[in-house]
Antibody, heavy 125, light 111 residues
Framework: EVQLVESGGGLVKPGGSLKLSCAAS????????MNWVRQAPGKGLEWVSS????????AYADSLKGRFTISRDNAKNSLYLQMNSLRAEDTAVYYC??????????????????WGQGTLVTVSS | QSVLTQPPSRSGTPGQRVTISCSGT????????VNWYQQLPGTAPKLLIY???QRPSGVPDRFSGSKSGTSASLAISGLQSEDEADYYC????????????FGGGTKVTVL
């Protein structure tokens, strides 16, 4: 059974830092791209960051302006999100999600097939 | 402001058919597949439809997806009380250096 379990959320002051973790199990972690997606209270889903299976390609949402760093440790089946210079608008539930990608009938596909339960990050003084 | 446009809400009585639209552009829906996610109250999103019209194992066949040009739709036939949830469309966007884009979400209420 595929499981993704996030941890590391909590209350942090503006300007502070936090590192989120996502423990993966039930699949071959080192063969999948992984994403972070967040959801502010009462708001919709917002893509945050993506990392390929062996870390050569990393992408971030433009709104993050270099404050967040995604990484992974395939030996530990873990995904991470280092968040620095946190702002009130970063308050959200952060989800990790597994990516399914490839080609079907020569057309590319990309979707998030498994999500963790999320971890809440609250940025407040 | 979400890249993909969805109606904020839809409602129906049990047994009715409800459709949710998702409008995008040539750089996302027009050239990539569309996925739909269901988020029940207080839970994480769950994959509902992938590659425009495919259902993962375990998703009831009353849920169906379609796409035409730069728009996509999710239909729920035979609406049930347990379908009350938020629904999000998503797609890859070629113009954003390879980013996933989501719709703003549609709240489905079963009357």
């Amino acid at each position: 059974e595929v499981q993704l379990v996030e941890s590391g959320g909590g209350l942090v002051k503006p300007g502070g830092s936090l590192k989120l973790s996502c423990a993966a199990s039930g699949f071959t972690f080192n063969t999948y791209r992984m994403n972070w997606v967040r959801q502010a209270p009462g708001k919709g889903l917002e893509w945050v960051s993506s990392i390929t299976s062996s870390s050569p390609y990393i992408a971030y949402a433009d709104s993050l302006k270099g404050r967040f760093t995604i990484s992974r440790d395939n030996a530990k089946n873990s995904l991470y999100l280092q968040m620095n210079s946190l702002r009130a608008e970063d308050t959200a539930v952060y989800y990790c999600a597994r990516v399914q990608e490839g080609f079907s009938d020569s057309s590319p596909y990309y979707y998030l097939d498994y999500w963790g339960q999320g971890t809440l990050v609250t940025v407040s003084s | 402001q979400s890249v993909l446009t969805q109606p904020p809400s839809r409602s129906g009585t049990p047994g009715q058919r409800v459709t949710i639209s998702c409008s995008g552009t040539n750089s996302n829906i027009g050239s990539n597949t569309v996925n739909w996610y269901q988020q029940l109250p207080g839970t994480a999103p769950k994959l509902l439809i992938y590659t425009d019209d495919q259902r993962p194992s375990g998703v009831p066949d009353r849920f169906s997806g379609s796409k035409s040009g730069t728009s996509a739709s999710l239909a729920i036939s035979g609406l049930q009380s347990e379908d009350e949830a938020d629904y999000y469309c998503a797609s890859w966007d070629d113009s954003l250096n390879g980013h996933v884009v989501f719709g703003g979400g549609t709240k489905v209420t079963v009357l």
